[in-house]
């Protein structure tokens, strides 16, 4: 059973960079036609896609996101990342990593992982 | 403001019918055979209910269909339980720059 785990720091200061990493175990992140992808959910709200990527590497990011978001994958450790640059009191939310194919159903998700923007 | 438009909330008696509508463009709901359909339950992760508009995952109940008809999705609950209350999201594939679109989310209340 494929299984995804977030992890990363829970409290950002404003300004300053988040990063997570999702660690896929179960399968093999180099899976032939699945994408990896970062959504967030701010508390109360509706689901937001930042970004996603394929194991070669090439990336799709959401226009809202792109000048601050980065996102890489390292097959070796079965692992991909999250980077966003500038954050503020509006990036504090849920956020959750999940795979999806070229379609874009979200199959796999990962349970999510809180991140607070504060001082 | 959400790219495709759900109703904020729908209500039904356990073992009635309920239908969540999703609205998009041609862009996306209009242009693609690619609709999915989302479960979340407070505190939860979403779980994927509907893929490709109209197929189940395996484990899913039949319970749950979906439909599309031009720039509009559909899910379908039929016969309601207390255990279908929860958050219900559409999603897209996009020719737009973003890869995929969601809905703001339907409340499901089981009266």
């Known amino acids: 059973q494929l299984q995804l785990q977030e992890s990363g720091p829970g409290l950002v200061k404003p300004s300053e960079t988040l990063s997570l990493t999702c660690t896929v175990s179960g399968g093999s992140i180099s899976s032939s036609g699945y994408y990896w992808g970062w959504i967030r959910q701010p508390p109360g709200k509706g689901l937001e896609w930042i970004g996603s990527?394929?194991?070669?590497?090439?990336?799709y990011y959401n226009p809202s996101f792109k000048s601050r978001v980065t996102i890489t994958v390292d097959t070796s450790k079965n692992q991909f990342s999250l980077k966003l640059s500038s954050v503020t009191a509006a990036d504090t939310t849920v956020y959750y990593c999940?795979?999806?194919?070229?379609?874009?159903?979200?199959?796999?998700w990962g349970r999510g992982t809180l991140v607070t923007v504060s001082s | 403001q959400s790219a495709l438009t759900q109703p904020a909330s729908v209500s039904g008696s356990p073992g009635q019918s309920i239908t969540i509508s999703c609205t998009g463009t041609s862009s996306d709901v209009g242009g693609y055979n690619y609709v999915s359909w989302y479960q979340q339950h407070p505190g939860k992760a979403p779980k994927l209910m509907i893929y490709?508009?109209?197929n189940r995952p395996s484990g899913v109940s039949n319970r749950f269909s979906g439909s599309k008809s031009g720039n509009t999705a559909s899910l379908t609950i039929s016969g309601l339980q207390a255990e279908d209350e929860a958050d219900y999201y559409c999603?897209?594939?996009?020719?737009?720059?973003?890869?995929?679109?969601f809905g703001g989310g339907t409340k499901l209340t089981v009266l």
């Open positions: 999940a795979r999806h194919p070229d379609s874009g159903s979200l199959d796999y």
């Open positions: 990527i394929y194991s070669s590497g090439n990336t």
């Open positions: 999603s897209s594939y996009t020719s737009s720059n973003t890869l995929v679109v």
């Open positions: 490709d508009v109209s």
